[in-house]
């Protein structure tokens, strides 16, 4: 009779386990999340200066407990003055779509670790010259639940490849790999 009821314990432990929410901190599958980067910066030097805005807004999909398909559009602004006498302000504006994936590590947990890969389309403005530039990129992240809804994002370098071309030049390709701190975004998401 011991035996009996420990079994059916068990059994009701177990079925109660692995019935739960998961609605906690972190993420699981069929998750939906709106996902936002923001990047500012500013340099100033004698004379010269420049300033960028770029604000990246996206939706996501957990297809599985540990991978998410991303979609986001990106914004950006500038101006820079290179401080020579009788120099203008030159403009800088830019509109982009990104479509990625990435897998996180612990994604259950308040704090993962992701890698991603991505493809980007970019059209920038720089006074008249247009630019388009097409970027594969695998970048890599951190993120962290602050609670059951919202997390802190940071995503940096990784490996990368673009290809730019802009009107009445021929196309530029670049190869970059960076791990280091200098291309680091910050960004929220928010579990729906």
Not at 114 to 127: A, F, I, Q, T, W
Not at 131 to 140: D, E, R
Request: with cysteine; glycine share 12%.
């Amino acid at each position: 009779m011991k035996k009996i009821i420990l079994s059916a314990l068990a059994v009701c432990a177990f079925t109660f386990a692995s019935a739960q929410d998961k609605s906690g901190a972190g993420l699981a599958s069929g998750n939906i999340v709106l996902a936002g980067d923001v990047s500012f910066n500013s340099s100033a030097k004698a004379d010269a200066k420049s300033s960028n805005f770029m604000l990246s807004p996206g939706l996501g999909y957990m297809m599985s407990d540990n991978l998410m398909l991303l979609g986001q559009v990106a914004i950006s602004s500038g101006t820079a003055n290179p401080g020579t006498p009788g120099a203008v302000d030159s403009k800088t504006s830019g509109l982009g779509l990104n479509a990625g994936v990435r897998y996180f590590f612990t994604p259950a947990d308040k704090f993962s670790l992701s890698l991603g890969g991505g493809l980007g389309y970019n059209s920038s403005k720089v006074d008249e010259a247009k630019t388009n530039t097409l970027a594969l990129s695998v970048p890599v992240g951190l993120h962290y639940f602050m609670n059951n809804n919202f997390a802190i994002n940071a995503t940096w370098g990784g490996l990368g490849y673009s290809s730019s071309k802009t009107d009445g030049s021929e196309a530029t390709n670049a190869l970059s790999l960076g791990l280091n701190m200098s291309s680091i975004s910050f960004g929220l998401l928010y579990k729906l």
